[in-house]
């Protein structure tokens, strides 16, 4: 507006100036019904000037209800986007309920409402408030943002984390329907038919996983091998050495050189008796993969000739001398062979090298046998400690005669 009235001023000015200095100022005649307006030119050309000037600005009046309202808008947006990112910040500093409200707060007038909506459900869940969770949940679902799947994704994440597998299913399926599933879909997905026990879909997942750019093989890896642990574990469980071996034969190759894989299927079988397939799974496994866990339930398994197993794991010890764990499966198979001078040596070695409970226990146990209670029980405490990560602060205990007043 001030810039108009400069204009006006100086065109003024200009006409003033034009019809003092111009020795002719022209002239021009205007005869409309019956009117005659009579004018210099420069007058004219001053009127024209004039008339633009207020058609511009009416033209600028007219515009500034809308302008108004969308610098208001624009001051609600501003305002919104400081409230998501103090709420975030806020979150991220574990004041959840604060966050919850910053971020509801201005989430109406928001340019992306369902972007607050999801934040307020993830603060209301680490509140442990699933009412609400959900409920905040819902409305990012009713926001109508363009893309869907974020609020589907977060929906079936949020819901498998509180067990409600059906209700995660229906919104992958919900998602899926609208489109080929995304890499972090199709690993939510896994999870839930892991969740659900469904190993016969997971498995079909696989190929779909495996074509899906962004998944990497180790994720892959692992899902298939949590999928065969767990088929192994519950045909161990629910089943017979019949669903056990049908389970280790419809493995994959990769899946079967897998340690988790090959120590539940060796588990599963020394449970029904075939402790000798167990220790030949778990000697094969060993000679090309090392493993903690295999070398500890290979000395652990029941049967078989000792001193045979022995010597294997003795072979192993020439590689691996300040091995803890295979320490331990050594003093086991010393232990079922008799030879309980050398399985002393061996446990007292992996305790020195790597404390831990239940090596304790076990030194315990057998010095205990050996004669030695005071060192055993010593042991004990401190397998204890360790077992539970401090010692008992216990003060002094002064014993007290009857009848003889405290000092």
Not at 42 to 65: H, I, K, M, N, Y
Not at 171 to 189: N, S
Not at 304 to 326: K, Q, T
Not at 346 to 364: G, I, K, M, N, V
């Amino acid at each position: 507006m001030i810039r108009l009235l400069v204009i006006a001023a100086a065109l003024v000015l200009g006409a003033v100036l034009a019809n003092t200095l111009l020795a002719d100022n022209g002239y021009v005649a205007v005869s409309f019904r019956g009117w005659l307006v009579e004018m210099s030119v420069p007058t004219l050309v001053l009127c024209v000037l004039l008339a633009l000037l207020a058609l511009e600005g009416l033209q600028r009046l007219a515009r500034w209800p809308g302008q108004q309202r969308a610098r208001r808008l624009a001051q609600r947006r501003e305002r919104s986007r400081a409230d998501l990112q103090r709420g975030l910040l806020e979150m991220s500093a574990g004041r959840w309920a604060e966050s919850e409200l910053t971020l509801t707060q201005t989430a109406r007038e928001a340019e992306q409402p369902a972007v607050h909506y999801l934040a307020a459900a993830r603060a209301a869940d680490l509140q442990g408030a699933t009412a609400r969770r959900d409920a905040w949940l819902g409305l990012a679902r009713d926001a109508g943002v363009g893309d869907p799947a974020p609020v589907l994704i977060t929906i079936a994440e949020m819901k498998l984390k509180s067990g409600d597998g059906e209700a995660a299913l229906e919104a992958l399926a919900a998602l899926e329907r609208l489109g080929p599933l995304g890499p972090r879909a199709l690993l939510l997905l896994a999870r839930v038919y892991r969740q659900r026990g469904d190993f016969d879909r997971l498995r079909q997942l696989e190929p779909r996983l495996r074509g899906t750019r962004g998944v990497t093989p180790e994720s892959i890896a692992e899902i298939m091998d949590t999928l065969y642990t767990d088929m192994l574990r519950v045909a161990t469980d629910k089943g017979g050495l019949a669903a056990l071996n049908a389970v280790w034969d419809e493995a994959t190759r990769a899946a079967r050189r897998r340690p988790g894989v090959v120590v539940a299927y060796a588990r599963g079988l020394a449970r029904f008796g075939e402790h000798e397939r167990a220790a030949s799974a778990l000697r094969e496994l060993l000679d090309v993969d090392w493993s903690e866990p295999a070398v500890l339930l290979y000395g652990e398994l029941a049967g078989g000739d000792p001193l045979e197993r022995l010597r294997v794991a003795e072979g192993w010890l020439r590689g691996r001398r300040e091995d803890p764990a295979l320490l331990v499966c050594c003093a086991r198979l010393c232990l079922n062979a008799e030879l309980y001078g050398k399985a002393r040596s061996y446990l007292e070695l992996s305790q020195a090298l790597r404390p831990r409970p239940e090596t304790a226990q076990l030194l315990a146990a057998l010095l205990e046998q050996l004669g030695e209670p005071e060192r055993a029980q010593a042991l004990l405490r401190d397998g204890l400690a360790l077992a539970t990560g401090r010692r008992a602060a216990l003060p002094p205990v002064r014993q007290r005669r009857f009848g003889v007043p405290r000092r």
